[in-house]
């Protein structure tokens, strides 16, 4: 039987460090797979659905880049983070 896709964009396999912020908390994992919506990370730490992660990326030419996310989905392998996208606003309120 072929399921349907949920993700929103493709994600690309990866083995690469990474390191992320749950509850002021700094934990390294592995990036298995990545988007533009979105990560899988490998990590033996136990998370919930719903926290919010802050993640470091840790190799070129990403390095020092960060971006925010929700975990929306934790198995015993890693979890799955769905990255927040900033709304663009007019700085001048108009």
């Known amino acids: 039987m072929i399921t349907k896709e ?13 390191e992320f912020i749950v509850q002021d908390h700094r934990y390294l994992g592995l990036i298995k797979n990545i988007s533009k ?13 719903g926290q919010v992660v802050s993640m470091t990326y840790a190799f070129p030419p990403f390095r020092g880049k960060n971006k925010t996310g929700k975990i929306i989905n934790v198995d015993p392998q890693g979890i799955g983070v769905k990255f927040w996208r900033l709304k663009k606003t007019n700085i001048s309120g108009k």
């Open 6 to 18: 949920k993700r929103e964009t493709r994600r690309l396999p990866h083995n690469m460090p990474m």
């Open 37 to 49: 919506s979105g990560v899988f990370i490998e990590t033996r730490e136990l998370f919930k659905v």
